[in-house]
């Protein structure tokens, strides 16, 4: 459904970023954002998926320039690399400079914008709901700086966050604490499942969720005007 187009970003960097279309009525913008393992095949279907609900959806590569056309594996040296890339090398305020500029692309194209983010994305999008004026709503999957590098400030749109509470990548005390901040403008829901519960390619996906996390996503977007 999608295509592969280059937004210039604010280092002049030409940013692959996949784009899809709405299937019918366009509902709004989502920028969708990556786990750590690039726009993967993985990522893009869920791009297809949010246009074909209706949404003009843009998933940027944000390690394009630690890593050209990164869309990496899950297991072996590919789950290294990209370790490697999130840890050491990615520049997180570039990153999040460039979220903006993607936010700021779809919000001139007219109509509500939202973001979501899984893994790594998740983080990203929970940071984006904190800074930007121009999104109307974010819906953030197991991000592990959620709850450990950004849980004092309130988002400034309507957020919620999904964590499983099995999940061996994000220390759940931490989100117990999040939960307890009681941030008028964020709901934090907790799934009986582990990290990536909502991938099909990962050992922890666990349908059931995903398809409840999924249905809260676009209740939220839907009652803010998407």
Known sequence: M??????TMGDGHAMPCYHAL???ERRGGLILVQEIFGV???IRELCDEYASDGYEVLSPGLFDRQEPGCALGYSGADWERA???ARTEHDWDQGIDDTARCIAWMTERGG?????????????????????DDL???SCYYGGYIATRFADDAPKCATICHFGRYDNL????????????????AQIFVYEAGHGFNSDRRKDW?????????ERTLMLFRALGG
């Open 112 to 132: 509500p914008a939202f973001i979501t983010g899984y893994c790594f994305g998740g983080s990203v999008a929970w940071r984006m709901a904190q800074l930007s």
């Open 136 to 138: 109307d709503a974010a």
């Open 83 to 85: 370790v490697q890339i």
């Open 206 to 214: 666990h349908p059931e969720s995903a398809d409840l996390a999924k």
């Open 170 to 185: 994000v220390e759940f005390a931490p989100v117990e604490t999040l939960i307890a901040k009681e941030h008028a403008t």
């Open 40 to 42: 993967t095949d993985h």
């Open 22 to 24: 709405p299937e019918g």
């Open 2 to 7: 999608g295509e592969t187009i280059q937004l």
